[in-house]
């Protein structure tokens, strides 16, 4: 039986699927991930991601995210993003719970999804957690040159995003999915950023099922059922013809 075939069966024979997404399955969306032949680390230093280059160089910091917010905020979700969302509709995929800050498991239809690092449509005060749309500290820095300050303590704006350096806030909540799951659907992750990459790990210790789609190899690959290559559209499309009845 071929990959596509065997990920469909444990996929309709599964109690509680979970689908864990990475920055892979946005590229089809012209959003650059991280670490793929394309990625974002090939660019920028990695560093300008993280808490103390916020603290460091607000403005070079959000030169960088402006640059992220360009990318995502004209996108639209591609058929990766709509096969899982059909796949909730179908009741195979329970949750969804992505690495991604774009909004576009949501865009197409998803239901249950947690962002476990956030959402970069909005922003909030470092200091007193006041919030505020994103494009508004775009604009503010395109206008001035200079990063936003927050209108009530002048505390520096940053987006609602979790930051290297940062522990992510919905972990607790995306182990606690995991551990009620016997399948896990890995899309478009190099399964390298952790803690979120537990996720995948938890539900195959405790004897469920992995199956990763990724170009590139991930550290997870030796333990998975399946391991599909391929790119993140195509092979979710191959799957579902694959379902009984189709
Ligand atoms: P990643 O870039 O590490 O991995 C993406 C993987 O997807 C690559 O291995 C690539 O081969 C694969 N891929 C690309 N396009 C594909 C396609 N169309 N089909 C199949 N595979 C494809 O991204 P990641 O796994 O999401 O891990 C990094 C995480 O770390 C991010 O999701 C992000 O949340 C977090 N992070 C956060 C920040 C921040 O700004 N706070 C910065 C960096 C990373």
Known sequence: MDSYKIAAKLLQGARHAIAFTGAGISTESNIPD???????????????????????????????????????????????????????????????????IDRLHSKAGSKSVLEVHGDIMMSRCDCCGEQVPTVECIKFYRDSGSAPTCGKCQGGLRPSIVLFEEPPDLIEAAFNIAHRSDLCLSVGSSLCVYPAAMVPEIVKRRGGHLIIINYDPTPLDGIADIVIREKASAALEAILKEFDGR
């Open 34 to 100: 991280f670490r793929g032949t394309q990625g974002l680390w090939k660019r920028f230093d990695p560093r300008m991601a993280s808490r103390g280059y916020f603290l460091e160089d607000p403005n070079g910091f959000w030169q960088f995210y402006a640059k992220r917010y360009e990318y995502i905020v004209g996108a639209e979700p591609n058929a990766a993003h709509k096969a899982l969302s059909l796949l909730e509709e179908e009741g195979i995929i329970k949750s969804v719970i992505t690495q991604n």
